[in-house]
């Protein structure tokens, strides 16, 4: 594993290095010192390039990734994964806000909360399914837009497992949440069920990462019982945009 040291560098300089070293043949790399730069890992179409960031990185880190690993051992700002097409992204850390912006394919995994618009304008397309597993709380508007893929919602940080206005215009995907979630939070498109062999059987293999990744044991996942939310309207403001 290469390493390069990130204190002080502009993040277009950061970029460039990681760059010149994966075109050198190197596919990993740890980065230290990092705080702050942003789109480390952007556009990188590989999927045998690990990359692991120690530090705080800057915002849409992994945006348009096609491919390679991400670890980050610290918290990150906002956009993480920002249309990502696929590879995977695991953040020991806290998250901001719009994690997983316009996501097209992949795996997020965040340890502890994220911010606000987590899955805003998710999708699917054929074999392409992201899916975003937060170990903590998620704020307002999660899923907001959300047309496709699957986001999981742990809360194992305690308190108030989702904020305000889950689900607000979504059309499409599922949205899983360990415990009780109250209806009055939900947005109008989108209603409460309970999970079902088939939705079990969706979960595990991401929430079996999830531990591994973190060593959360998975039978303290399970003591709690899921909700499903999925959208009950299609296209909810189609005529706003189409007549």
């Given amino acids: 594993m290469i390493k390069i040291d990130a204190e002080g560098l502009h993040y277009k300089v950061l970029n460039e290095k990681i760059r010149l070293l994966l075109k050198d043949g190197h596919r990993e790399i740890f980065i230290k010192g990092v705080c702050g730069q942003r789109y480390i890992g952007a556009g990188i179409s590989d999927s045998d390039v690990k990359i692991e960031i120690d530090g705080l990185p800057g915002n849409d880190l992994g945006i ?5 690993e ?3 051992k610290d918290n990150m700002q906002d956009g993480t994964g920002n249309t990502m097409n ?23 995994f965040i340890k502890g909360d994220v911010g606000y618009r987590v899955g805003i304008h998710m999708k699917e397309y ?4 992201p899916v975003i597993v937060v170990g903590g709380k998620a704020g307002n508007f999660l899923g907001e837009y959300m047309a496709g893929g699957m986001i999981i919602v742990l809360g194992l940080t305690g308190g ?7 689900g607000t215009g979504m059309h499409g995907g599922t949205i899983y949440v360990r415990g009780t979630v109250d209806n009055a939070i939900l947005g109008k498109e989108i209603k409460i069920f309970d999970v079902e062999k088939g939705d079990i059987e969706r979960m595990v293999p991401y929430i079996e990462r999830f531990s591994s990744f973190f060593s959360v044991d998975m039978a303290d996942i399970w003591k709690e019982r899921f909700k499903k939310i999925i959208p009950v309207t299609a296209r909810p403001y189609g005529k706003i945009y189409a007549y």
């Fill in 64 to 68: 348009f990734m096609d491919g390679p």
């Fill in 70 to 72: 991400i670890i980050v």
């Fill in 86 to 108: 696929s590879g995977r992204i695991v953040v020991y850390g806290n998250a901001g806000d719009i994690v997983g912006h316009s996501m097209r394919g992949g795996e997020i």
């Fill in 126 to 129: 054929r074999d392409m399914y």
């Fill in 160 to 166: 108030r497992c989702v904020g305000d206005y889950v």
